[in-house]
């Protein structure tokens, strides 16, 4: 059973720095994409970054473009979301997904929250202005 779980959420005045990351267990397969996506109250989970674990390569949201780095140490199966130069408006729920449908692998529907079939419980990140 696919397991992820994140970490390193908290509260942090704008202008700092978190990192959050998702330890990933329970799989077999080497191709799949992992990706960040928050939520913040009243609003609909929207994408943040992902990474292809296999070819390496990345995407991000405009909103966090510059700020944020997604990387991973393989060894540990463990995705990070470095954030830095925080502002209020990334305060939300942090959440890590992982798919391994096509669509999602190749890119055409990297955002897309119903297209990641494991999901970890979630971390709040607040900034506080």
């Known amino acids: 059973q696919v397991q992820l779980v994140e970490s390193g959420g908290g509260l942090v005045q704008a202008g700092g720095s978190l990192r959050l990351s998702c330890a990933v267990s329970g799989h077999t397969f080497n191709d799949y994409v992992i990706a960040w996506f928050r939520q913040a109250p009243g609003k609909e989970r929207e994408f943040v970054s992902s990474l292809n674990w296999n070819g390496g390569w990345t995407f991000y949201a405009d909103s966090v473009r510059g700020r944020f780095t997604i990387n991973e140490d393989s060894a540990q199966h463990t995705t990070y979301l470095q954030m830095s130069r925080l502002k209020p408006e990334d305060t939300a729920v942090y959440y890590c997904?992982?798919?391994?449908?096509?669509?999602?692998?190749?890119?055409?529907?990297?955002?897309?929250?119903?297209?990641?079939?494991?999901w970890g419980q979630g971390t709040q990140v607040t900034v506080s202005s």
């Open positions: 997904a992982a798919s391994r449908r096509s669509d999602v692998i190749i890119g055409t529907r990297l955002g897309h929250p119903d297209e990641y079939d494991y």
